[in-house]
Nanobody, 123 residues
Framework: QVRLVESGGGSVQAGGSLRLSCVHS????????MGWFRQAPGKGREGIAY???????NYVDSVKGRFTISQDNAKNTLNLEMSSLKSDDTAMYYC?????????????????WGQGTQVTVSS
């Protein structure tokens, strides 16, 4: 069973930065996708970035140039560095895992999810 635990959320003023982390465990598959998703109040869940096991990344247009997804395999940690934060970035952020090297920002492709961490950006 894959387990994902996010941390690092909080409140920040617009223009500020935050780093989210997701510690993962419970799988030995060498081919996988890991992604970050977010859900704002009253909105659907949105895929914002993914990283493949070989390090290939992809981002939704709204966060390109501001967010960076990375992984630390030695620490079994997925990270999301967020900068130039805007009030529109306010949401619950989730990390997710897919046991396949075919990745997508579509949340329906991901099998395992963390509990989420809240990010609030005030203007």
């Amino acid at each position: 069973q894959v387990r994902l635990v996010e941390s690092g959320g909080g409140s920040v003023q617009a223009g500020g930065s935050l780093r989210l982390s997701c510690v993962h465990s419970g799988y030995t598959n060498s081919r996988y996708c890991m992604g970050w998703f977010r859900q704002a109040p009253g909105k659907g869940r949105e895929g914002i970035a993914y990283i493949q096991n070989d390090g290939i990344t992809n981002y939704v247009d709204s966060v390109k140039g501001r967010f960076t997804i990375s992984q630390d395999n030695a620490k079994n940690t997925l990270n999301l560095e967020m900068s130039s934060l805007k009030s529109d970035d306010t949401a619950m952020y989730y990390c997710a895992f897919r046991p396949s090297a075919v990745c997508s920002l579509y949340d329906g492709w991901y099998h395992y999810w963390g509990q989420g961490t809240q990010v609030t950006v005030s203007s």
